[in-house]
């Protein structure tokens, strides 16, 4: 079956700009977690949903950074006024309440220049 | 707060001889181990993971890792490794009660010919 997608792979961007990834889980799971990884800070949690609601936010660096889904199913991190130390790779996982088993997607790698 | 601790940051080994990547964790709860891989240029795939049950588990690729609660670690090993075995390798670690992953910082395994 299909695995967890994101789009863009690739976003360049300049400094100030707002960006949005998306995040599409597997087709079922009722959890999605975003996660940064980055040469310095290695991968982070950033935010957990449980269907639309996000009982974790606790992760997001900075009021700059949001994220909502929407019928259980697609996300969209958004990063306000980017910043160059935003730039990383953005993952997100799903995962189903049967199993403990996070899926990752590929990924969107950010560049703020 | 929960740690991930990766003991290793580059580990070079030769082609066919035996590997060892080390992996403490911290956590004062009943806890799921994870260990993920991302070769060149992809996603993080799960490798293997240890949820309850027996305390060694294995991997499709010959891969395995064992649980051992008096010591906190859950080493992956394989007997002998390939090139294709190239990769950096994340031991994650999940709380019973709780959601999100705590990464490591990353092993990189480099198999030399």
């Known amino acids: 079956g299909a695995g967890v997608s994101q789009s863009p792979s690739n976003k360049v961007t300049e400094k100030g700009k707002d960006v949005e990834l998306r995040c599409d889980p597997i087709?079922?799971?009722?959890?999605l977690y975003w996660y940064r990884q980055s040469l310095g800070q290695g991968l982070e949690f950033l935010i957990y949903?449980?269907?639309?609601?996000?009982?974790?936010k606790s992760g997001l660096p900075s009021d700059r950074f949001s994220a909502e889904r929407t019928g259980g199913s697609v996300s969209t991190l958004t990063i306000q006024r980017t910043q160059q130390e935003d730039s990383a790779v953005y993952l997100c996982a799903s995962s189903s309440y049967l199993t403990d088993t996070q899926y990752f997607g590929p990924g969107t790698r950010l560049t703020v220049l | 707060a929960q740690s991930v601790t990766q003991l290793d940051s580059q580990v070079p080994v030769f082609e066919e001889a035996p590997v060892e990547l080390r992996c403490n964790y911290s956590?004062?709860?009943?806890?799921?181990l994870f260990w993920y891989v991302q070769y060149p240029n992809q996603g993080l795939q799960l490798l293997l993971k240890?949820?309850?049950?027996?305390?060694l588990v294995e991997s499709i690729n010959g891969f395995e890792a064992e649980f051992n609660k008096s010591q906190t670690s859950f080493h992956l090993r394989k007997p002998s490794v390939h090139i294709s075995d190239t990769a950096e390798y994340f031991c994650a670690a999940r709380a019973g009660s709780n959601y999100k992953l705590t990464f490591g910082k990353g092993t990189l395994l480099t198999v030399n010919p």
């Open positions: 087709s079922g799971h009722t959890a």
């Open positions: 949903f449980q269907g639309n609601s996000a009982p974790d």
């Open positions: 956590s004062s709860v009943s806890v799921y």
């Open positions: 240890y949820l309850s049950g027996s305390t």
